[in-house]
């Protein structure tokens, strides 16, 4: 029997082991990405719990607005005690997502208008490759991570395997994007192929001292879209990945 085994998550009696499990995997090493959709302030025991906390509140209010089909919640469970060792949120998409109305999230634990409006921005800059590229059914992997205590035991790839079986069942075609450079190639090994790095980069006419602030509390802001054809069938030099006639995303990606 395997150690670790790839399961569905109950909302009600997981959440908060998982969101522990979670912030804990973006802060190590830390990453500032999490924090445009996640609502962490300060790296104590206090700021965890309260995070945790208020990410769970956020996650119900998902869950539930959610269609039966679109949200799925997968963890990955240490058989020897039980324990979460990760996590992988994602969505089932039947039909286009964008024909709908996207339910962002409202970074509210922001105070100030100005932090809100940069965070709203750079969410935009970040949901653009999947917005121009993916309108059309797919699956949608949002957050995979695994606790620093279990890394290098293949769990995130447990996760890609689960989803992308699930996808090319559906017949469905797959998008993530990387917020670290060495996820790329263990992403690449399970068929995905990666758009160049882009950067988030907020704009604005009046770069006052609260928009200052948030450039420096959070840059540089940094991601990898990665794209997989149904079945991972992608051939070199076969001009079928979404970005192949454009021209402003067709470099290779810089790694
Ligand atoms: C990125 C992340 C998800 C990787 O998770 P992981 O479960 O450690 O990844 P895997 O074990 O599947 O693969 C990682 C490496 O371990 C290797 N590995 C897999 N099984 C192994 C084993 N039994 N023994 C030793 N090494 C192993 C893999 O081959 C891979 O090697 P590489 O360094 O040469 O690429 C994890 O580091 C993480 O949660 N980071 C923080 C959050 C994050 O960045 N999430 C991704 C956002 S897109």
Known sequence: MTRFKVEEVDPFTDLE????????????P??????????????DKHAHKD????????????????????????????????????GLMWNIFKTNPWKQKVDHINPDWYSEEREREFILKAMDIFNGPRKKYMQKPHVYLDTGFVHPEYRKNGIITMFLTHATKKADELGLEVWLESSVPMGVPIYMRCG??????????????N????????????????????????????????????WANCSEYREKSNL
């Open 207 to 242: 770069p006052d001292d609260a928009w200052k602030a948030m450039e420096e509390k959070l840059y540089p802001l940094k991601f990898w879209p990665m794209w997989r054809p149904l079945n991972g069938d992608y051939m070199e030099g076969m001009a079928h990945s979404p």
């Open 192 to 205: 995905f192929i990666p758009l160049q790095q882009q950067s988030i980069q907020p704009q604005t006419s």
């Open 17 to 28: 082991e998982l969101l522990d499990c979670q912030l804990t995997a973006f802060a190590s």
């Open 51 to 86: 995070a945790v906390k208020r990410k769970a509140e956020m996650y119900l209010k998902h869950y539930e607005s959610s269609t039966e089909h679109d949200f799925v919640w997968s963890k990955v469970t240490d058989t020897e005690n039980g324990k979460i060792a990760g």
């Open 30 to 43: 830390d990453q500032s990405i999490y924090r445009l959709f996640c609502p962490v302030f300060g790296n």
